[in-house]
């Protein structure tokens, strides 16, 4: 299984960026997608998720309104429109795959995910 994250790069605040993670060797309709992400110093943090058929999102609080995550599950890959960017949203991004029985499950905690990419930095400037 791959996880093949990219878009990630150097924006003033205010500026956008869309990330994309591209997935192989395995059935992508069976998982959940989640971005999560880790700042220097800090603990990776869950951003954002998408359920098996795209028609649920979750968000934390502090990117609600700002990104949007999306999946085309005929090309297998996993999308996070990030706008209205801020110095804080600087991390590294890594997407995640979770496999999940129910169709519209969600999960929050890195624990729970099965599969990860490599990470894409993301850098804010003010």
């Known amino acids: 299984v791959q996880l093949q994250a990219s878009g990630g790069g150097l924006v003033q605040a205010g500026g956008s960026l869309r990330l994309s993670c591209a997935a192989s060797?395995?059935?992508?309709?069976?998982?959940?997608m989640g971005w999560f992400r880790q700042a220097p110093g800090k603990e990776r943090e869950f951003v954002s998720a998408?359920?098996?058929?795209?028609?649920?999102?979750l968000y934390t609080d502090s990117v609600k309104g700002r990104f949007t995550v999306s999946r085309d599950n005929a090309k297998n890959t996993v999308y996070l429109q990030m706008n209205s960017l801020k110095p804080e949203d600087t991390a590294v991004y890594y997407c995640?795959?979770?496999?999940?029985?129910?169709?519209?499950?969600?999960?929050?905690?890195?624990?729970?995910?099965?599969?990860w990419g490599q990470g894409t930095l993301v850098t804010v400037s003010s």
């Open positions: 060797g395995l059935t992508f309709d069976d998982y959940a």
């Open positions: 995640a795959a979770d496999r999940t029985i129910v169709t519209g499950t969600i999960r929050t905690v890195a624990y729970d995910y099965d599969y």
């Open positions: 998408i359920n098996r058929s795209g028609s649920s999102t």
